[in-house]
């Protein structure tokens, strides 16, 4: 794993257009044998024939990923600097943003961030990376509004799950003028209606209460998780660094209108399988 990783690394590291995308492909690669299986891979074999070559894979349960070998060495894998993913995706990133805009670089944009945001839903402690003001405000230029549609749209579910159970990372986001950033998004004429459509599921997310990774992952990975810490246990219903719905609709209030609205759908609607208490 480790050589296949590092031969993705070198593509991904290069400024050669084709080489970036033979490395993303490598990599979405290696994911989807993580997580897809086949249901009986000898059944497969032998109907080949008829089937002209195409096996059927389904997605494995997150859950169930504890105990796939690979899974486990990748995750593993995942916790040192030299073969992160994560990391080496934002370098990426980086590198594709600082050339002027094209058809083909767009599309290496939308790669990239389609990878990332596999790799921060099944290696959770990568969103770490994004408490770092550098790395999430890489994210915000993403949403930039001469950015195609598509980027936008793709930016906002990484940022998403760059989000995801990480206070400290929507803190980071706060600090950086990230509201200010997507609610301008919103109201700007030019943006497309998908775009302000997903502006819309991400205020709902981000208005969500929030738990930290370590309750919300405890447990689920069999041991390969931290542990979270004695505080963050004994935090009680406010733990620290975190904010309620309440604090966060004065905070987005301050850039858009009818915030009260948002909540009050969000707690009769629940979309994402929480109540707002």
Wanted: proline share 4%; aromatic share 6%.
């Amino acid at each position: 794993m480790e050589s296949l990783l590092s031969l993705s690394f070198d593509y991904l590291s290069s400024y050669d257009a084709v080489k970036v995308k033979k490395g993303l492909r490598q990599l979405e690669g290696l994911l989807a044998q993580i997580c897809l299986s086949r249901s009986n891979p000898a059944a497969d074999r032998r109907s080949s024939v008829v089937s002209n070559g195409s096996s059927k894979q389904t997605t494995k349960e997150l859950s169930s990923l504890k105990d796939d070998p690979a899974f486990r060495e990748f995750f593993k894998l995942q916790e040192g600097f030299e073969w992160n993913v994560a990391i080496r995706l934002i370098s990426c990133l980086e590198r594709l943003l600082s050339k002027s805009s094209s058809g083909i670089n767009d599309l290496l944009l939308v790669s990239t961030l389609d990878l990332l945001q596999g790799i921060l839903l099944i290696h959770p402690p990568s969103r770490s990376l994004f408490a770092r003001q550098i790395y999430m405000d890489l994210l915000l230029d993403l949403l930039d509004p001469t950015s195609c549609p598509a980027i936008q749209s793709s930016t906002l579910l990484t940022l998403v799950t760059a989000l995801l159970s990480t206070p400290q990372n929507t803190r980071t986001f706060e600090t950086l003028d990230g509201l200010l950033t997507v609610t301008s998004l919103f109201k700007s004429r030019g943006t497309s209606r998908e775009v302000k459509m997903k502006v819309v599921e991400f205020l709902y997310f981000y208005l969500m209460p929030e738990m930290p990774v370590g309750n919300s992952y405890g447990g689920n990975m069999g041991g390969l998780n931290r542990s979270p810490s004695k505080r963050l246990e004994n935090g009680g219903p406010h733990l620290a660094g975190t904010k309620t719905t309440e604090e966060k609709q004065g905070l987005l209030g301050r850039y858009l209108n009818n915030v009260e609205d948002l909540v009050e759908d969000l707690r009769e609607s629940t979309p994402f399988g929480a109540s707002l208490v």
